[in-house]
């Protein structure tokens, strides 16, 4: 048996219907965030993700797919959803339309990951971007995007975190503090945060292992080393979210696990310590991918992780495929009635169903109950001359006479969904 790559899923059944469920909200929202869809390729250069993402990011050391393809360039499966989104900022002149421009995507990302709970080989992210808004309404606007879609959805026991790390000037001054505090653990920390604080110091913050976490609980908080400018950008971020009541905690600790983040970034945490939702500000992004200096905003949120939260909420999804009728046959002449009969109901968007087996009348009607349709009908010669036949709901038994012509209007009178 051929089996799925580890580390993917199949998307199906009711768990697809949670996930339009969720796309169709995604839909609405952004909508009234005046934020415009956008589709980039799945695979790019390889070039632009190490200098999108950065060389001292997991991702970039240890988790692409790439690989050569026929004539010989290296290309990779999208890690993440903003590189692409930067570079197509710069290559179709997005710049030069009305600023900002506000952006969404959701689609496949690939990362060469242990697969484990919440943690796969492709995943879906949603995600927004925001280029060329410089204010602290950017990231309020942003954020309550996101809030708005989870309170939208329902979701409980998700906490706002939010933390500044400052622009590259606050950075240095911090850099030396937690050195200066690290240089002391040294030994006691893990090889990848050993490497870590020559290269990228913040990055040791968003360490996964146990024991490193709890020897960086004492670290100097960046909060500390925040300029006056970059702690007014924060402060008036709080502020807004405040006027929004969101509610949210500051949270030194969080870091984001890519270089690119300046000033704020922010993460939906659930009780069990999953990231959904993680995002900030990232002004170096556009010229670290060769454009002009464009400060940007975004997000991405993990679409599995937010589907199994609903899951573990018992969520029912609204729309169901259950048919409003279904019409069954008992002859061949009334098989041919019974298949026009659906197909125009289904003309005219309601949910039809005929028997596709050749099964008994006792065996379509059994097939009826199972579907959850609504109303039965069968056709047979005798219909057939009548041109009506008996239409039976199925949860109270009762039958009654419709004619075909007549059956459009008695299902619409039904209302049923
Ligand atoms: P983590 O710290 O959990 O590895 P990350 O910092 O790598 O997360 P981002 O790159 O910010 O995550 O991706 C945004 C969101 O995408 C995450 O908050 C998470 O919900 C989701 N996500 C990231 N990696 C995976 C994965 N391998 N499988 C499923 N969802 C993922
Ligand atoms: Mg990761």
Redesign the pocket.
Known sequence: MIQAPKGTRDVYGVEMQLWRHVEDLIREITTAYRYQEIRTPIFEPTELFLRGVGETTDIVQKEMYTFLDKGGRSMTLRP?GTAGVARSYIERGIASTPQPTKQWYLGPIF?Y?QPQA???RQ?F?FGVEVFGGTSAATEAEVISLGWTLLNRLGVRDVTLHLNSIGCPGCRKLYHEALRAFIDAKMDSLCGLCRQRIEKNPLRVL?CKTPSCKEHLKDAPSVLDSLDEECAGHFQGLQQLLKTFEIPFVIDPRVV???DYYTRTVF?FITAEGL????GGRYDGLIEQVGGQHTPGVGF???M??LVNMLQAQQFQPTETLSPQIFIGHADEAGERKAQELVYFLRQAGVKAEGDLLNRSVKAQMKYASKINAAHTMIIGGNELENASANVKNMETGEAEPVQFDNLLKFLETKAVV
């Open positions: 993440e990362r990951e919440g943690r796969y995943h992210q968003d984001r696990g890519l993460e990231t959904v939702l993680g991405g949120m993990g599995e992780r």
